[in-house]
């Protein structure tokens, strides 16, 4: 076992930063491909199901507080008590936070 890391070390060394960082993203996008594949393997819409869960969530969550709660959001640059407006406005903290809490579930749970 300690061949396999000296060696990982060694090869490390020779590679250029960029080269280095190209193969940690590379690395990267294949386990997360690899982890997206698996986890939706079985589901009727495979890799497209993470995308429609979002969409569904903002759009009931829209749905509900801008027009049955009538939650009013004026921000500079939108237009004034428009439901486009809350829904970017929430669009924008539920990205992060579903994020979050879908890498803790993820990393303690597994």
Request: proline residues 4%; aromatic residues 10%.
């Amino acid at each position: 076992m300690k061949g396999v890391a000296q060696k990982a070390r060694t090869v490390g060394v020779r590679l250029p930063a960029s080269s280095q960082w190209e193969a940690k993203v590379n690395l990267l996008a294949t386990l997360v491909r690899r982890d997206l594949e698996a986890q939706y393997k079985g589901s009727i819409l495979g890799n497209l199901w993470p995308l429609l869960n979002q969409l569904s969530q903002l759009l009931i969550y829209t749905y509900v507080f801008s027009i049955v709660l009538k939650v009013k959001l004026n921000l500079q640059g939108f237009p004034e008590n428009s439901d486009v407006t809350f829904g970017v406005w929430l669009f924008a903290g539920l990205l992060p936070w579903n994020a979050f809490t879908s890498g803790l579930i993820k990393a303690c749970c597994r």
